[in-house]
């Protein structure tokens, strides 16, 4: 390979392709869509969290521009269902009906030429609430029957499971360490929010639904059902996406509404969501409660684990992913990196009166991390031992990989220990630890904090068929097209919102072809133009669509090299091919060359050639489906001046291992970005509900989002053991910059505030909560809580 | 959201402002950098049948001196105090509050005046400019009139406006060169509005100073001698210190959390320590 070629190849740190547009502003986003006779909706969204609905009144002038759910003849609720035993369905009306169950739960459609005219026909509109008591405490949710979010269930519990293996073992362990630990609920918060552009193409009979989402197949599958129009009418298009995160993997009641109405209207309709309706009306995550006690040997090896945990699942569950993903991850993934022989976790989906959870880039990880990681250092502390003393006693170490752990996780390759080692040294925790020690000159206290994850990424058919949810990931498919002139278009059924693929899969080709990327077009988001896909989620971009990319372009070698070998007068098994050209014994020729021949002098082309030419759509699974192991060990120096809760992150370090990575300043950007959003959660993301049920937080005023000034820069550092199982030794790593901080940034704050006798346990970690720990400690002498040990 | 249909006017001098504010037909507000106002309208928090843009008109964005006076202009931005295209009451000192007020864009456009009019508790100028001593200007069709800021800050976002009346100008003491201002606020972020605020303006050769707690949920808390912190006389010793009275009078205020107030009267000892040190004073300096 020549070193031009290999600076684009996998590995190389090529810069991305789509920042020449997304830098000067010329995305093209759903809000940028202008369609002739296009028009606006507004929705009248409930007030209440929980009430039945005794009437709807629209005045008659308007009448005809307000729809409500008895208009929408033959529209089918939206239904989630998991086939995990147990599971109770819940049926998500598009519009309300009879009942509402959160606030901003659609009741009316309006419809006007511009959005402030819809929204002056939807402040006409009157409804008329029966209120019901609000059921707004995930804990109350599971153990109280007295209000129902659905009554026909009898409790108000979506699913609850439980794993045990031998905890009884562990019971005689001399230390026991018990926490109740919890995260907040958040909003994931894009830059762009939702919208939905909807018109009925009459040329293809088609209903056209332009949507940012990250998964638009599946959001074609989910209107087919919801609207009982055959799939092949449907076309669904993801355009430019202003961040994704989880939030736009799901069926919105929106997309349902505005197709349902494109129709009715014969007109385009559009709906673009502003960030009140984001932050109070549409989904959330996050939020999960923890009851967790470790049992460990005095030297802290783990003995075993044991965890009972709620996640407030909201009101509905949300398609596809189902109001079940998150506390079924939470069962299987807590145990983390580490290795021990007993564990029990019993968990809880429950539906309260708030809108549903969506898996947030990291999903459950972030929360188990939370627990686990600070349950560890609690049990450090009543071991005695240093944190990453009880960490590198229990994780998984390289020469058990490949590794099944307590729960049948499958651990691909990896050293753990190593991660952490590296990242002692970087942070310099001995120079730290002295500076803790001697103390600040402006009294504030210095806090050193670890944590470690493992991300399961990539995750395919094993794993997904068991949950039987309307999504089981199978062959992720790409289509490679070289066009006459020899460029080539990539079609991928996934879509890229933000993850650098227009840049990253061109790498992946070009390793293969030897085209340079800037002849390589990435065609992606439009459900007419792609191979099926179940979209952007679950880190499995690179592993799973950059896995179909190269099988598409190795089949294009094979047709290639047939007819250049015929070209060249050799015989196939003379030739070879070699960056962008097939080379035989007494010459060679440039793939644009055999590009030209198929497409414009088919005359020449051997008897006999491939009908299928130039253009192949392959498929691609794993060796293994599942999953890929990527890991990072993070640590953090910061400062918290006690009397007002402030606290300001020094020193942030990370060692990473996402396998062989295909272009490495990508992956520092996705660590960025999860690290910033890690932050968010630990210090200041929090959507509060008081006891009605209703939102406190309704602005970016009130929700707290990290901005520049907030995210230190960190120093990372990369490990690249292969995967075993994937094209190239890929592992799947956009999530895990965000998993690992509220542990790490916890962890360092209750190092800082141990000696006040201070312990913080829900994120976020804010002001307020440390000076009330902190007033409440000084008040409370001597220290309350006791670990047997 | 969007705003409800209104409608907009832009006079292009004070008098035909006023004219306009003295005959309203319905509901008129007033829009000078609409940095709270255009939110407010955005979430149909406000609904006038008339706004009335005040941004072009030139008698309110001048400064001057009035002798030992300066006279800010109310639709002076922050970020023309911030720039230092008008004049400082002292060095670095409305530059250094301005530069901390939300973020740039925000101080692009919004005002001192507007900021005031807003009466937000946890906006910057209520608390730095009450620890100045500030009077406020005030105009309308009648006449004009000046009020301590403190009489014109009546509640939360409650002020003495009349109709008919804008805010024509601030007007600030020249900090005596002997004077130390400290200023200090407490956010979880940069941009964020303050969850408290502490300001302080000591002379430690005339042992006086004022001090002022803000982001309470009413107008600032103002010691005028602030030597009641000090249990009579400020000094060069901040170690001296009094909180429980502060502490008392964020309980009459209504304060009802302990960390609350405790996060209150940290930050203003801070606002006094920090005028106390930057005090030039022959006292401390022989000491």
Not at chain 1, 377 to 382: K, R
Not at chain 1, 462 to 473: C, F, K, L
Not at chain 1, 476 to 490: I, K, M, N, V, Y
Request: charged fraction near 25%; proline fraction near 6%; glycine fraction near 10%.
């Amino acid at each position: 390979m020549s070193e031009e070629g290999k600076a684009q190849g996998v590995g190389a740190r090529l810069p991305r392709k789509e920042d020449d547009r997304f830098l000067r502003g010329r995305g093209q986003y759903v809000a940028d869509i202008r369609l002739p006779g296009m028009q606006d909706v507004a929705f009248v969204r409930s007030p209440l969290a929980h009430a039945r609905i005794k009437a709807v009144s629209i005045p008659d002038h308007v009448r005809d521009r307000v729809f409500v759910a008895a208009d929408l003849d033959g529209v089918k609720p939206i239904r989630a269902v998991s086939g995990l035993p147990g599971f109770k369905p819940s049926e998500q009306p598009p519009l309300a009906r009879e009942k509402v169950r959160q606030v901003g739960e659609l009741v009316a459609m309006c419809v006007a030429p511009t959005r402030a005219e819809a929204e002056d026909i939807a402040a006409l509109v009157e409804l008329d609430l029966e209120e019901l008591p609000a059921i707004h405490d995930m804990r109350r949710a599971r153990d109280e029957t007295a209000s129902l979010v659905h009554e026909e269930w009898g409790d108000n519990v979506f699913l609850e499971t439980l794993v045990d293996v031998d905890i009884a073992s562990a019971f005689d362990a001399p230390i026991k360490v018990s926490r109740t630990i919890s995260t907040a609920r958040q909003c994931m918060a894009p830059i762009e929010g939702r919208g939905v552009v909807a018109h009925l193409d009459r040329r293809l009979d088609q209903l056209c639904v332009t949507t940012s989402c990250q998964m638009p197949h599946i959001v074609r599958s989910g209107l087919s059902e919801c609207l009982g129009l055959m799939e092949e009418r449907i076309r669904v298009v993801s355009p430019d996406v202003g961040g994704g995160f989880g939030y736009k993997g799901i069926l919105l009641a929106e997309e349902v509404c505005l197709g349902w109405l494109a129709l009715r209207l014969d007109a385009p309709v559009r709906w673009i969501e502003d960030r009140r309706e984001h932050l109070t009306a549409n989904a959330d995550c996050r939020e999960h409660h923890y009851e967790i006690t470790v049992y460990a040997e005095r030297d802290g090896t783990i003995r075993g684990v044991d965890c009972e945990a709620i996640v407030d699942s909201g009101c509905y569950s949300a398609y596809p992913f189902s109001a079940c993903l998150e506390a079924a991850q939470v069962a299987s993934i807590l145990p983390g990196p580490y290795d021990f022989p007993a564990y029990r976790c019993r968990t809880w989906s429950v539906a309260t009166n708030k809108p549903p959870i969506l898996p947030y880039r990291g999903v459950a990880r972030t929360g188990v991390c939370f627990a686990m990681e600070l349950a560890l250092d609690a049990v450090a502390a009543a071991a005695g031992v240093t944190p990453e003393q009880v960490r590198l006693k229990n994780l998984v170490r390289p020469e058990q990989m490949p590794f099944d752990n307590i729960t049948r996780k499958h651990f691909d390759s990896g050293d753990y220990p190593e991660a952490l080692t590296r990242a002692l040294k970087m942070i310099d925790v001995d120079a730290v630890r002295a500076r803790q020690k001697a103390g600040e000159p402006d009294g504030r206290r210095i806090g050193f904090g670890l944590s470690i994850y493992c991300e399961q990424s990539a995750h395919g058919t094993s794993v997904y068929s068991g949950w039987g949810i309307p999504m089981v990931p199978g062959h992720e498919q790409a289509g490679a097209r070289l066009t006459p002139d020899g460029g080539l278009e990539l079609r991928i059924g996934a879509h890229s919102h933000g993850q650098s693929l227009e840049t990253t899969l061109p790498q992946v080709a070009h390793e293969i072809l030897g085209i340079p990327t800037d002849r390589i077009r990435l065609v992606h988001g439009d459900t007419a133009m792609t191979p099926y896909s179940t979209g952007a989620w679950g880190s499995r971009m690179m592993v799973m669509t950059g896995g179909a990319v190269a099988s598409a372009c190795e089949e294009l070698v094979e047709r290639a090299v047939a007819i250049g070998a015929h070209l060249l007068q050799a015989d196939s098994s003379d030739v070879r091919f070699e960056m962008g050209r097939v080379v035989g014994p007494s010459g060679d020729i440039q793939l644009s060359e055999i590009a030209r021949v198929w497409y414009r002098r088919p005359q020449d082309l051997p008897t006999g050639a491939h009908g299928g030419g130039l253009e192949v759509t392959a498929g691609y699974k794993p060796q293994r489906d599942s999953g890929t192991f990527s890991y990072a060990a993070h640590a953090v120096t910061l400062a918290v001046d006690a009397e007002i809760g402030a606290v300001e992150i020094l020193d942030y370090v990370i060692v990473e291992d996402g396998g062989v990575l295909v272009n490495p300043m990508v992956v520092d950007g996705q660590i960025l970005g999860g690290l910033a959003q890690g932050i968010g959660t630990a210090l200041l993301e929090e959507m509060p509900y008081d006891q009605a049920g209703q939102p406190l937080a309704s602005t970016l005023g009130d929700y707290l989002l990290p901005g520049a000034a907030e995210i230190p820069a960190p120093r990372i550092d990369h490990m690249e053991t292969p995967s075993p199982y994937t094209r190239f030794g890929v592992k799947g790593i956009g999530e895990g910059g965000a998993i690992a901080p509220p542990a790490a940034i916890a962890n360092a704050i209750n190092d800082a505030l141990r000696p006040l006798g201070v312990e913080m346990l829900a994120s976020p970690v804010t002001p307020d909560r440390i000076v009330e720990a902190v007033l409440t400690a000084r008040a409370a002498s001597p220290r309350e809580r006791r670990d047997a040990a | 959201m969007k705003a409800a249909r209104f409608d907009l006017v832009r006079p292009r001098d004070l008098a035909e402002a006023l004219d306009l504010l003295s005959a309203p037909s319905g509901v008129v507000k007033v829009m000078a950098g609409g940095q709270s106002l255009g939110p407010m309208l955005n979430l149909r928090l406000v609904e006038p049948d008339l706004v009335v843009d005040i941004s072009a008109i030139p008698e309110l964005r001048r400064f001057e001196r009035a002798g030992d006076t300066l006279v800010i202009g109310a639709g002076c931005t922050h970020a023309d105090i911030e720039d230092g295209r008008v004049a400082d009451a002292g060095p670095d000192l409305l530059a250094r509050v301005a530069s901390g007020i939300a973020y740039r864009a925000v101080r692009n456009r919004g005002t001192v005046g507007g900021s005031l009019a807003h009466a937000d508790p946890a906006a910057d100028w209520p608390t730095a400019l009450l620890a100045l001593g500030a009077e406020i200007e005030l105009a309308s069709r009648e006449g004009r009139r000046r009020l301590p800021l403190g009489a014109f800050l009546t509640g939360a976002l409650s002020t003495a406006l009349h109709a008919g009346e804008l805010i024509l100008a601030i007007r600030i003491p020249q900090v005596s060169p002997s004077a130390g201002f400290g200023y200090v606020k407490h956010a979880r972020k940069i941009g964020e509005f303050a969850h408290a605020l502490g300001a302080a303006l000591v002379d430690l050769d005339a042992q006086a100073g004022r001090a002022v707690m803000g982001a309470v949920d009413r107008p600032p808390i103002v010691f005028e001698d602030a030597g009641v912190l000090f249990g009579g006389r400020i000094g060069p010793d901040i170690g001296a210190f009094d909180r429980s009275v502060a502490d008392e009078a964020l309980k009459a205020a209504g304060v009802a959390s302990e960390a609350a107030r405790h996060v209150h009267v940290e930050i203003l000892r801070r606002a006094l320590a920090q005028a106390i040190d930057r005090a030039p004073s022959a006292a401390r300096a022989a000491a």
